[in-house]
């Protein structure tokens, strides 16, 4: 029962919260920029990992922590209001409950491992978010989710595109970041989230032709180098180690 409890804990913080949460944030602004927001979600985990999991906080890490919470304001750009202020904050909810989800995660992936944690966690998650969009076609319903079509909408020919985010983006992309969470800790495992900012505006362009602006660039920057700082001193270490 504890475990049927958990996994049902885990599938709604991840599915049926914040991912409704980011795909909200993109309807507002721009998806390079959700997902550069949402590369924040270290900040959350390492706080959270230190007074859930007892993970200690170096100082590399706060110093990138910093650098990155920079990069966001940078990007976000509140004293030219150039960007949305609903999907800005959108995106930080969904980051802070995506932490949440990740070191929550944490405690089960040493029993049940990577692979069964994402697994049991989607299952579950997609049936509770299937109740709230049937939810929504009742009297009770609310308005954000009132009569959302389930099927409708869909041609054949988006069906490789939702293949992709079915088995790629979710199914590999998640199972490989719990599997990331039994080989460290929850904080060093988040800090991955820190190569987003340089991917997604590139494929952003690509794909969609979204302008990478000058404020964009210079958060990258910063995320980068708060990347370095993070992950270099415990490579270094590893090598001494080795050698």
């Not at 709604?12 to 909200?24: G, I, K, R, T």
Request: hydrophobic fraction near 55%; proline fraction near 4%; charged fraction near 10%.
């Amino acid at each position: 029962r504890a475990d049927v409890g958990f996994f049902a804990l885990t599938g709604f913080l991840c599915v049926a919260f914040s991912m409704v949460l980011y795909q909200m944030a993109v309807t507002y602004t721009k998806a390079s920029v959700v997902a550069i927001i949402f590369s924040c979600n270290p900040i959350f985990v390492t706080m959270l990992a230190y007074f859930l999991l007892r993970e200690e906080i170096h100082r590399n890490h706060l110093i990138a922590l910093a650098l990155e919470l920079l990069a966001v304001l940078i990007i976000i750009d509140p004293l030219h209001a150039s960007l949305d202020p609903t999907g800005a904050l959108l995106a930080i909810a969904s980051a802070l409950v995506f932490s949440f989800y990740s070191v929550v995660g944490k405690k089960r992936t040493p029993r049940f491992g990577g692979i069964a944690v994402t697994c049991f966690s989607f299952l579950f998650g997609s049936v509770e978010l299937l109740a709230v969009l049937l939810l929504g076609r009742t009297a009770h319903g609310h308005r954000i989710i009132k009569n959302v079509p389930l099927f409708s909408g869909i041609p054949l020919s988006a069906l490789p595109a939702l293949a992709y985010i079915c088995a790629v983006n979710s199914a590999a992309g998640y199972v490989c970041h719990m599997m990331a969470l039994e080989k460290t800790s929850a904080q060093e495992a988040s800090l991955i989230f820190f190569l987003k900012p340089m991917i997604a505006p590139l494929f952003a362009f690509l794909f969609l032709r979204e302008e990478i602006t000058a404020n964009m660039l210079l958060g990258i920057v910063c995320f980068l180098v708060g990347s370095g700082i993070a992950i270099l001193p415990g490579l270094i270490a590893q090598k001494k180690q080795r050698a």
